[in-house]
């Protein structure tokens, strides 16, 4: 059937216990979001006053909220705004502080002091507060809450990979190809980049996690997605209000933002089981 | 250590004066003029000129900035846009709130994460070990704003013993100031003591074997001892270099939840700034907040230098 | 007076691959004063061996048999008595003197520690009798070098501050796991000498484990050669290195450069690797390497011969063996 080597890998992602479940609520909740687009139990953007504060029942799963939604259809269909922020921010990140923290370790010197203090600047500013800025400039908004997060992860993986992609450079590999007479470019191409791509998924997974953590904090301030599109950080907003009244309204839309980033961090973990055996050792 | 000491606290200004130009450009990108939003848009515009050129917004931003680094320097903030009234009187009390919650939340984070992580550590591998390190993943997982309102669900609304929110003052009475800071704090902490857990766990098991653990064990000291005199001190190194790094997100995290608390502190003043466009107050309360980091750091750094001997050593 | 008597030692460590028979049917006997070296290639059980005395073996060991020190049976003590004979009647000193010492503690309170533990001295008197230990093993301006953190020494005076917190309560028997393996050449044989010295003066019991015959050949009076976690070939060093019996010995002893060899000979080795200790061969462990092997060897377990009162040897082939001392088995 299959080469030994990917047999192997198989086989240690089913071996490792945080992939497996990481693994299963992400697809969980990637489903939940797939089939929210198509369909959802009940009401999620017109409002049915008659059925408002419903207990859960057969027809609405865990309840309505007070404009009479499925509340199960809502969490459903946040799913989709948690995922879509947790892509976008991710690869802002992803592609803009790869390349520079790549950038920052082939050309050494200035450049890489000048990026570096830059990165450390942004860590005096923590990512809800850096983004709490930058939606005050732009104004509240979905798309302007994505763009806040997406800038915040920037530096964190710049300094990741500038970081390990210094660790390589080392190497005697590269020192080889060097050597050879490659140019910068294409050594970064060649041998950096692939011996720390494991190193920048793992990170990924967990910037994810940390992005939708992020927007539902923004959402749960007013500041991120804006009605009507169901974020489950609004979900919670709404339901502080009303806390005394109906507290599970309060519990769900935690739960879930708890669930996804529960099983973003254990697939981290699994992740860095699997694709690097010696750092799990480690730990 | 004065080598050492110096170098770190030059660090620590040169951050600091960086962090103040980014926060300067970010406000001046602002859009939004904070006369306009002061006035109401049926102003004239000649009102809003005289309002401008009052508020100093005339000129250039050069000019600005440096009288703005220059106020502090001094000891002065300026005026609020929104409220004609000293940025400091606006700050000066929502400091009281959100710096004894910071503290309260950091001290209550390190004895969980102290607790938890030498019990996991000592119970290695154990059922104790796997089940405190599954909830520390959870705990890691939870968003402190939900957490703080499950908080006062349970302990507010349900068992009645801690106020669901607002603060009374500390004129009030202390017990009664900090009796409100408790669950804000609480909600903040298990955030961050479940991370910091995680960290001391491994970093203790870590130091275990280490050869001079051996060392002591060859001695004659009993696992306790080399647990207390060898191990922690080793141990405690990553264990605070994530403390420090965590406390920029402790703060943020302080900003989100004095929300959920009804909280007069800084976080709601820099919300509260940004709707009204008052960009004075939100560069100053954003300054602040990045000094409380800034400083953390260089204690944290000293601290260092405190527990291990070899740092001095490679900066002199 | 017999101080150690070591019978049927049995290490068995679980691992994740299965277990692995570290130390097999091991027996020592040392007496007050005497000095026995172990040698052997890196995993061949000497490690295991010191740490099982110590009583230090990682979580994952068991082991049976009986392990007496003046007549008490060291494995069936407590934890709690076990920490007052370490660093107390029994010492050791590791190989690596680098990460040996506690970086975050000056090296005086480390040697204070065994002194207040185990001596009962005050503070003070701890502090005196720490800078006279310094001053013992060599260390100059001990009263300046008590202040210091370990990473303030070079790697030889840590070895010696490591000689002086075994000396403190003057054990019984000091155990030296590879002492001078990682240090320079030239202060290798300042830190043999010091040992050597000190044992001659406190009339303790030497246990050397090294990989190196010379060293073993250099320093002690008995040797135990050890192969695969069981002892090969035990006897007096001088009869051992005057008649070496064993097919491994005499490749160890091929194995090392001699004096006056010429430049353009090729130092021997001794072709393949240590055996799997997860999974031992059934009989001699040494069958896959040996130039005498044969199918009785693969088969059983040689027994233990005694060549003299003193000398045994474990070898299907001991006629061909004895024959072949002359150096032609490894050429």
Redesign the interface.
């Not at chain 1, 450390?120 to 507060?129: G, M, N, Q, V, W």
């Not at chain 2, 051996?214 to 696992?223: I, M, N, V, Y």
């Given at each position: 059937m299959s080469n030994p080597a990917s047999q192997s890998f198989a086989s240690r992602c089913l071996k490792s216990r945080s992939f497996v479940v990481g693994g299963t609520i992400t697809l969980i909740l990637l489903c939940c979001a797939i089939v929210s687009l198509f369909w959802t139990p009940g009401e999620v953007y017109n409002i049915v006053i008659t059925d408002r504060f419903k207990a859960p029942s057969a027809d609405h799963w865990l309840g309505t909220d007070q404009f009479g939604r499925d509340v199960f259809s809502m969490l459903m269909t946040g799913t989709q705004n948690s995922i879509t922020v947790g892509v976008v921010a991710v690869s802002i990140g992803l592609f803009a502080g790869v390349s520079l923290g790549l950038y920052a370790s082939a050309k050494r010197g200035w450049t890489e002091e000048l990026i570096m203090?830059f990165s450390?600047?942004?860590?005096?500013?923590?990512?809800?507060?850096s983004a709490?800025?930058?939606t005050?400039?732009l104004?509240p908004g979905g798309v302007n809450s994505i763009i806040a997060i997406g800038i915040y992860n920037v530096p964190v993986f710049a300094r990741l990979t500038r970081g390990s992609a210094n660790s390589i450079w080392a190497r005697e590999y590269v020192m080889a190809a060097r050597a050879a007479g490659k140019g910068k470019f294409r050594i970064t191409i060649e041998h950096i980049l692939p011996n720390i791509l494991s190193i920048i998924v793992v990170q990924a997974t967990i910037q994810f996690?940390i992005a939708i953590?992020a927007e539902?904090?923004l959402s749960?301030?007013g500041l991120g997605t804006q009605p009507p599109h169901p974020s489950w950080g609004r979900m919670?907003n709404e339901?502080?209000t009303l806390?005394?009244l109906q507290?599970m309204q309060?519990?769900y839309?935690?739960?879930a933002?708890?669930?996804a980033?529960?099983g973003l961090?254990?697939l981290g973990d699994g992740l860095r089981d699997v694709l690097d055996p010696r750092l799990s050792r480690?730990? | 250590m004065s080598v050492f000491f110096a170098k770190r606290f030059l660090t620590l200004l040169a951050?600091l004066f960086?962090?103040s130009i980014?926060?300067f450009l970010?406000m001046e990108?602002?859009?939004g003029d904070p006369a306009l939003v002061i006035l109401g848009v049926e102003a004239t515009p000649d009102a809003v000129k005289v309002l401008t050129k009052e508020l100093g917004l005339d000129r250039p931003a050069l000019e600005r900035y440096f009288s703005w680094i220059g106020g502090i320097l001094q000891g002065e903030l300026g005026n609020s846009y929104a409220y004609k009234v000293p940025v400091w009187e606006l700050v000066e009390g929502a400091l009281k709130i959100t710096i004894p919650l910071a503290i309260l939340s950091m001290i209550l984070s390190v004895i969980l994460a102290l607790v938890i992580g030498l019990y996991a550590a000592a119970n290695h591998n154990k059922a104790s070990d796997v089940s405190l390190m599954g909830f520390s993943?959870?705990g890691?997982?939870?968003?402190n704003?939900?957490?703080a309102?499950?908080l006062?669900?349970f302990f507010a609304?349900n068992l009645r013993w801690l106020p669901p929110g607002g603060f009374p003052g500390w004129e009030e009475g202390i017990w009664k100031g900090i009796r409100s800071l408790i669950l804000p704090a609480l909600a903040l902490a298990t955030v961050q003591g479940a991370i910091l857990a995680r960290i001391t766990r491994?970093s203790v098991l870590?130091v275990f074997r280490?050869?001079?653990v051996?060392?002591?064990?060859?001695?004659?000291?009993?696992?306790r001892a080399t647990l207390w005199?060898?191990v922690l001190?080793?141990a405690l190194i990553p264990v605070i270099t994530v403390m420090g790094?965590q406390f920029?997100?402790l703060?943020?995290?302080t900003?989100?939840v004095e929300?959920?608390f009804h909280l007069p502190g800084l976080g709601s003043t820099?919300?509260k700034a940004?709707n009204n466009r008052d960009t004075i107050v939100?560069e100053n309360v954003?300054l602040m907040?990045?000094g409380m980091?800034?400083l953390t750091n260089f204690i944290v750094d000293l601290l260092y230098a405190v527990?291990?001997?070899?740092l001095k050593?490679h900066d002199i | 007076m017999t101080l150690l008597d070591v019978r049927n030692l049995n290490i068995t460590l679980q691992t994740a691959m299965g277990e692995a028979r570290a130390v097999r049917d091991l027996n020592i006997t040392l007496k007050k004063g005497e000095t026995l070296g172990i040698v052997g290639e890196s995993g061949c059980g000497k490690s295991m061996t010191a740490l099982a005395l110590?009583g230090?073996l990682p979580e994952n060991a068991t082991t049976s048999g009986e392990l007496l020190l003046s007549g008490e049976d060291l494995l069936e003590k407590s934890?709690?008595e076990m920490?007052?004979?370490?660093?107390?009647r029994m010492?050791?000193i590791?190989q690596?003197p680098m990460?040996?010492?506690?970086?975050?503690?000056t090296v005086g309170r480390?040697i204070m520690?065994?002194l207040r533990?185990?001596r009962g001295l005050s503070k003070k008197e701890a502090f005196e009798e720490a800078k006279r230990l310094l001053d013992r093993v060599g260390i100059p301006n001990p009263s300046e070098r008590i202040r210091n953190?370990p990473?303030?020494l070079s790697g030889g005076q840590r070895q010696r501050v490591?000689i002086a917190?075994a000396l403190s309560c003057s054990p019984d028997i000091l155990i030296a796991d590879e002492p001078t393996t990682a240090l320079d050449v030239t202060i290798q044989d300042q830190i043999l000498e010091l040992i050597q010295t000190l044992v001659d003066e406190e009339g303790m019991s030497l246990v050397l484990i090294s990989h190196d015959l010379g060293v073993i050949a250099e320093n002690t009076q008995k040797v135990m050669v050890m192969y695969g976690g069981t002892a090969v070939e035990t006897g007096s060093t001088d009869r051992i290195f005057d008649e070496l019996t064993h097919p491994y010995t005499q490749g160890l002893f091929a194995a090392m450069p001699k004096i006056g060899m010429g430049r353009n000979r090729r130092l021997t080795t001794i072709p393949g690797t240590v055996p799997d200790l997860i999974n031992l061969p059934k009989g001699c462990t040494f069958t896959d390497r040996c130039p005498l092997a044969s199918e009785k060897c693969g088969g059983a377990v040689p027994a233990r011969s005694q060549m003299n009162e003193s000398h045994t040897v474990m070898c299907h082939h001991l006629d061909k063996a004895i024959k072949a001392r002359g150096g032609e088995l490894y050429q």
């Open positions: 203090r450390d600047f942004s860590f005096a500013f923590p990512a809800i507060l709490i800025m930058i005050a400039i104004g996690a953590l539902a904090a749960y301030l919670l339901a502080q806390m005394f507290p309060a519990v839309p935690g739960a933002i708890a669930l980033v529960f961090n254990l480690k730990r | 951050t960086g962090a980014v926060i970010v990108i602002l859009p993943q959870l890691i997982s939870v968003p704003f939900w957490l309102v499950l006062i669900l609304v491994s870590e280490e050869d001079y051996r060392t002591a064990r060859a001695k004659g000291l009993s696992q005199t060898h001190r080793n790094l920029a997100n703060l943020a995290g900003v989100v929300n959920v820099v919300l940004i939100v954003v907040l990045a980091v800034v527990i291990d001997p070899r050593a | 110590m230090l934890e709690k920490c007052t004979i370490r660093g107390n010492a050791m590791f690596e990460t040996s010492l506690n970086p975050v503690h480390q520690e065994p533990l185990h953190h990473h303030q490591m917190l």
